[in-house]
């Protein structure tokens, strides 16, 4: 089978699209050797490493490239790559973010990982934005297949894009390998010298926009604090992706409010540290209200790092009961939990136990069976 791919995101490992593609094609190769992929490319962003075996890369350009880049994207996703991929006569077209063709000409697949900016009114930006999602969303109704990363992903997409569920599959994300049990002392010890935090501590990475919910993961946090709980530290990675207040409150203020400057330390973490963090800190927390997955969970649990996460959305589906869950918004309820979480050694060695197990479910080559035997569908279905 010979694959063209949407490669927007390829160059971009860190965002979420770009991180499923990487593991989607390495994991698809070790399966099936015999798959070939074009990896198409925005024109000017070439391919800084080594492909591997079977995977060849094809800039595509557009009339705007260098002149409007908000039109050369949208030449890209809906003229461009839909047209290169016939050229090159592939057996079928993979866009792997919520980016479909309006008339694709050959049998596509489009992943849709959530659709935030059509439910959460703070996300769905300006005139110009909610005129794109009003393209895709129309678009997603034409593509052959959709696959989404969750179950609650699936009846999202089934209820506000009007797509039929049988054209909907569900295929999980998994870790990468990278996310595995270490030495926790010497985890602890290298944290300690490179971002000095010290245990305990309660971690969390990821974004820093409204749905994240920091707010109520700080008050917990220092109501905790405040009435004699666990002498612990709460360590925040990440940035702001943006400046409007709407969705990225301002947390250093948050944390002034909650009088908890004493005790919040933010760090900045490279991508490749993250499994050393994980594998130091004494509980993971992740408080989000809408994950249309919820990847650092998931991450932390395949580090042996019991997890606490918001009861919300597609979250109950990634960690089972491998993890405690606290309704998102109950300041209250959190508190009692990390309190709870850091004063019981027994339940810690537990939900790490039984956190290894659950991500032990989700695996790159399980993932790369599943989309391979959605292609091999989808090609049946529109011969």
């Not at 005139?127 to 992903?153: D, E, G, K, P």
Request: with cysteine; glycine share 6%.
């Amino acid at each position: 089978m010979h694959l063209a791919i949407n490669a927007m995101f390829w160059s971009q490992p860190t965002v979420g699209s770009g991180q499923y593609l990487r593991m989607l094609v390495h994991a698809m190769l070790s399966v099936a050797p015999d798959v070939r992929v074009t990896l198409l490319l925005p024109a000017g962003r070439p391919v800084a490493e080594p492909l591997p075996p079977n995977v060849q890369a094809a800039p595509v350009p557009t009339p705007f490239d260098g002149r409007n880049a908000n039109l050369a994207k949208v030449w890209f996703e809906q003229i461009a790559v839909p047209r290169a991929a016939l050229r090159l006569n592939a057996d079928l077209l993979h866009v792997p973010y919520f980016a479909p063709p309006l008339r694709p000409p050959l049998p596509t697949v489009v992943t849709i990982l959530d659709i935030i900016p059509l439910l959460l009114p703070e996300y769905r930006g300006r005139a110009a934005v909610r005129l794109y999602m009003r393209l895709v969303a129309r678009a997603a109704r034409h593509a052959t297949q959709i696959i989404t990363i969750s179950h609650h992903s699936a009846s999202d997409i089934i209820r506000h894009l009007g797509c039929q569920a049988a054209r909907v599959a569900v295929v999980h994300l998994a870790a990468g390998a990278q996310f595995r049990p270490r030495d926790r002392t010497l985890s602890e010890t290298e944290v300690a010298a490179r971002y000095s935090v010290t245990p305990p501590f309660v971690y969390y990475v990821g974004g820093l926009d409204a749905r994240k919910n920091l707010a109520t993961l700080v008050w917990a946090f220092a109501r905790m604090r405040y009435a004699g709980g666990p002498p612990a530290t709460l360590v925040i990675a990440g940035r702001a992706a943006g400046n409007d207040p709407r969705m990225f409150p301002d947390l250093d203020a948050i944390i002034m409010f909650a009088r908890a400057g004493a005790f919040v330390k933010r760090i900045d973490v490279p991508y490749e540290d993250a499994p050393l963090l994980y594998g130091a800190a004494t509980v993971f927390a992740f408080p989000s209200r809408y994950e249309g997955f919820g990847l650092p969970p998931l991450e932390a649990m395949a580090c042996g790092t019991p997890v606490i996460v918001a009861d919300a959305a597609s979250l109950p589906e990634v960690v089972g009961d491998a993890a405690l869950r606290v309704p998102a918004e109950d300041v209250t309820g959190w508190s009692a939990a990390l309190w709870r979480m850091l004063a019981d050694d027994a339940l810690r060695a537990d939900l790490s136990r039984r956190g290894l197990e659950r991500a032990a479910q989700f695996s790159p080559d399980r993932m790369a069976r599943e989309t391979l035997a959605i292609y091999a569908a989808t090609r049946n279905s529109s011969g």
